[in-house]
């Protein structure tokens, strides 16, 4: 029986046992010049990687090996059941990035599990996938490997052919590097993120478009990937315990146990600290400008409309996901999501830029240790549960400025659109009764200056 005649063992997502000994060396010809995608993408700059030595794959098998695998795939391809066939279309139905953000924005609107610290969590799981997917293009242009139906028109697809060479698999390295760190994060569920991971690579084969090395490279070079993030987390200093102690008396936040107390010493990716652009100070608590600023939020008109809104920024989806669910939107409506180093570098620039900024804004809370409104006016009534850490700046508006300046960047036709979104993320604070005016400022300045600073890193990466 042929070694690729069985596949049976794809359908049980152990695909490694049968082809294995496929890794083999010599590259193939030259790619056909149609095949464009980013032919330069391998030498953007990563976030983490150094270097793309110590994650570069060995070239790919011989031409003779090559068709072995175009005969397997000849085989097992139009064997593909419904319920195979519902996965291979789950994953190609965005970039390779795509379902990986998704699996993460999902688990914050139930409420599941992604550590103490989401931000950090999309950040490091972003970049791994950015990184991945540089290292990857830099290794299949070099290599310049046709894709099955390039060598034989008559192998089996069950997808679009992506415009970019074969080896080695994206979406296999993607998937692997989001499934190692998110299995660095959250230990107890690595197993399933894994099989996710090998899942989501072996759907490429099922579909015609990768051959069986072409994904076990990617899944190597995910990994690698992967070890160097995650070497990067471990001395980012998040296990940093505070041991400082809260000023007392009229004007400072008065409260145990300070939330978020020690991102303010986190390791940051473009700011040099934590306090490079620190607020200024805010307001003396017994100045006229605080006195005006209660009144504010005390005699603000609540409507049916504002309260709901700024429920809706305390949501899950109103603090994090929504961002996230733009991306998606607009990759799609501009075909970027066929352009998997465009997409990643969008879900990368977004969520490092905001852990920096949830550093910054960290800094300036304990910085201050400023009071929020009910603890200076007991007439101050807050629509929702007040969070449990300092009022200047305001977080909201940090995060929504950052991110509404960095996706105007991105998708600069919306630009108006979005930062329109990001102002009401802010002002809603006030309405809720839980912020000042001044902090609202103050993050607004904020979040604007990181995304500048971000924006000047992304306009030297090496992708204009």
């Not at 990716?269 to 607020?279: A, K």
Request: charged residues 20%.
């Amino acid at each position: 029986m042929n070694k690729f005649n069985d596949p049976a063992p794809l359908r049980a997502v152990s695909l490694i046992a049968v082809v294995c000994s496929f890794l083999l060396s010599n590259p193939l010809g030259a790619q056909t010049a149609a095949l464009r995608v980013e032919p330069a993408a391998g030498t953007w700059k990563p976030w983490v990687l150094t270097t793309l030595d110590d994650v570069r794959p060995a070239p790919p098998p011989s031409r003779a090996s090559t068709q072995e695998e175009i005969e397997w795939l000849h085989i097992v391809v139009p064997q593909v059941d419904a319920a195979t066939a519902r996965k291979i279309a789950y994953w190609d139905a965005g970039s390779p990035a795509y379902r990986w953000i998704q699996l993460m924005t999902e688990r914050e609107v139930k409420a599941l599990p992604l550590t103490a610290y989401p931000t950090r969590a999309y950040a490091y799981v972003a970049a791994a996938m950015y990184d991945a997917t540089i290292a990857t293009w830099e290794a299949k242009y070099a290599n310049n490997r046709p894709r099955p139906s390039e060598l034989d028109a008559s192998v089996p697809v069950r997808v679009s052919v992506p415009a970019s060479p074969s080896y080695p698999s994206e979406h296999s390295a993607v998937a692997a590097a989001a499934a190692e760190v998110l299995s660095y994060l959250i230990p107890a569920e690595a197993e399933s993120f894994r099989v996710l991971a090998e899942e989501a690579g072996i759907s490429r084969l099922l579909a015609g478009v990768n051959y069986p090395t072409d994904h076990f490279a990617g899944r190597e070079l995910g990994r690698a990937v992967a070890a160097k993030i995650i070497e990067r987390a471990k001395s980012d200093n998040s296990d940093w315990v505070w041991s400082g102690t809260m000023p007392q008396g009229q004007g400072y936040w008065a409260g145990t146990n300070p939330g978020n107390v020690n991102a303010q010493n986190w390791k940051t990716f473009v700011l040099n600290s934590s306090s490079e652009f620190r607020p200024p100070t805010p307001p003396a608590w017994n100045s006229a400008e605080t006195a005006a600023a209660l009144a504010e939020i005390r005699n603000y008109p609540r409507t049916f409309n504002s309260n709901a809104r700024a429920y809706y920024w305390q949501l899950p989806e109103g603090r994090s996901t929504w961002w996230y669910d733009y991306i998606h939107k607009q990759l799609a409506e501009t075909k970027q999501d066929l352009n998997p180093p465009r997409a990643a570098r969008a879900y990368a620039l977004m969520s490092v830029c905001m852990y920096d900024t949830f550093t910054a804004s960290q800094d300036g809370k304990f910085f201050y240790w400023y009071a929020r409104p009910h603890m200076l006016d007991s007439g101050v009534s807050p629509l929702f549960a007040v969070p449990n850490f300092p009022s200047y700046p305001s977080n909201h508006s940090s995060f929504s400025t950052n991110r509404a300046e960095v996706l105007a960047y991105l998708f600069p036709d919306d630009a108006e659109y979005i930062r329109a979104y990001g102002r009401e993320a802010g002002n809603s604070r006030i309405w809720a009764g839980i912020h000042y005016q001044f902090d609202n400022a103050a993050g607004n300045e904020l979040g604007t200056r990181i995304a500048n600073k971000c924006i000047a890193w992304a306009e030297s990466d090496g992708s204009k």
